[in-house]
């Protein structure tokens, strides 16, 4: 089957760094996006990685391994604005997303 | 770019009432729409993927008769929820793909029904 696994729920302080991990099952894999979504919002992009590496994107950067079926976000310098929640969402051999709950993250002054 | 428009952004209506959502991609033409339906703290459910002149598909589960979905041109896909009962309730949101090397899904901001 298809999953994704990603903790529900994390704290951070603003100004810190937090790495939201996410591990993943997908029938064939065509790399794997990262969203975020405030409460009451739809997702906006925030990256993609295909190939295994770093992604740097400003404050955010992302992760990946295929081998291992794992990816991580990492948000430095946290602002209070980021607090929302993450998903990871893996591409399968249909091009099609895959969805999880997402990660929420919440951010103390 | 790749800025994707729903409207209407709310809807309130009576059980028993049909409602049309319309979603546009604005500065890019999207071969391939999505609609998610999205109910309070749990993950997006895709409902169907719609193609531009063809029938859309849907996943498992989900009635096509009562979820209609039309994909008439390349920038605009709608979905019609018919005879709305208040299990209907949720926030609809469409994706559009953006085509290119990698092909990212955008969202609209998104629809909240209400059904009374």
């Known amino acids: 089957g298809q999953n994704i696994d990603q903790p529900t729920e994390m704290t951070a302080t603003e100004g810190a760094i937090v790495q939201i991990n996410c591990t993943y099952q997908?029938?064939?894999?065509?790399?794997l996006f990262w969203y975020q979504q405030h409460a009451g919002e739809a997702p906006t992009f925030l990256s993609y990685?295909?190939l295994d590496g770093l992604e740097e994107k400003g404050r955010f950067s992302s992760f990946l391994s295929r081998s291992k079926g794992y990816s991580y976000l990492l948000l430095k310098e946290l602002q209070m604005k980021d607090s929302a929640s993450y998903l990871c969402?893996?591409?399968?051999?249909?091009?099609?997303?895959?969805w999880g709950a997402g990660t929420k993250l919440i951010i103390k002054p | 770019g790749a800025v994707v428009s729903q409207h209407p952004s709310w809807v309130i209506c009576k059980s028993g009432t049909s409602v049309k959502i319309e979603c546009r991609s604005l500065?890019?033409?999207?071969?391939?729409m999505f609609w998610y339906r999205q109910f309070p703290k749990q993950s997006l459910m895709l409902m169907a993927t719609?193609?531009?002149?063809?029938?859309?598909?849907?996943e498992q589960g989900v009635e096509k008769d009562k979820f209609l979905i039309n994909h008439a041109s390349l920038t605009l896909s709608t979905l019609t929820v018919t005879s709305a009962h208040p299990e209907d309730s949720s926030f609809y949101i469409c994706s559009a793909n953006s085509g290119g090397e990698v092909e990212t899904q955008y969202f609209g901001p998104g629809t909240r029904l209400l059904v009374l």
């Open positions: 990685n295909v």
């Open positions: 719609s193609n531009e002149g063809s029938k859309a598909t849907y």
């Open positions: 969402a893996p591409m399968d051999s249909n091009y099609q997303l895959i």
């Open positions: 500065d890019f033409q999207a071969t391939t």
């Open positions: 997908t029938s064939g894999f065509n790399g």
